[in-house]
């Protein structure tokens, strides 16, 4: 069986990119892969065209990007796989996530990114976009109060909640989930007209706001800006998490750090 029929994206979180994945059969070559990327325009914030090309050890990837519309993409890969999957879903949030990676880039140095590259770089590896038309569900998130939204709140986060994919290498995680996975999540609050879309048509419907809050340099400034979430703590992504002694184990659902809720909820 080939590797892209082996993908578990009956896993939730890989749910949403699965019409884009399901458009092959087997590992695509990067030319077949192009014909793609070119059918739906996909453009740098700089107007290039992407162009998917073999890593060569040259530029540095976000700046080749920038300068070039060149994306560095290894062929039989799941990690590149899952950041062309992204693009494919998100064009004009990663576009303008990599436009802010070269906007900050002066404020970095050789040794260290900064922390505004630092805050993009763990949004593009293991971001996730959390959506609900009830603030209170956010409000939880914020704050750490993990039993309480995912138990006592199960029926509401069953309904009222949305958790998206846009870091590709917490996708690749996904494909064997470990105890303790964690994504870095944007938090949304949203109508109660576009929770009642299917997971798959989503990414589409979020993607111009996701662009617009990632251009706000006021948003991912530094890393706490993103809420902690703790994947297999959410209904139905976890079999063991329909018990709920499951939620007292604080080494995988921990208190953290309170979240300011003006600068999650966007």
Sequence with gaps: MNPLKQATFCAPLLIPLQPLASQESDWPRREKLQLRID???????GGHRLRLVAPDGGRPY?????????????????HDWFNLLIWLAYPRA??????????????????????????????DESGLVVLSDDPSLLALIRGFEWKRLFWERRADCLTRLQVLPFGHALCEKMLKPYRGITGQALLLEVTPQLMKLDARELPAAIDARLAAIIADAGVLAGTKDLAPLPVLGIPGWCADNADPAYYDDTRQFRSGRRMRAAELAR
């Design 94 to 123: 990663k576009a303008a996530l990599n436009a802010r990676h070269h906007a900050a880039w002066p404020e970095a140095s050789v040794s260290r990114r900064g922390a505004v590259r630092d805050a993009l770089t763990l949004f």
């Design 39 to 45: 059918a739906a325009d996909l453009r740098v914030s």
């Design 62 to 78: 976000e700046q080749r990007l920038h300068d070039s519309g060149e994306l560095e993409f290894r062929e039989r890969n799941w």
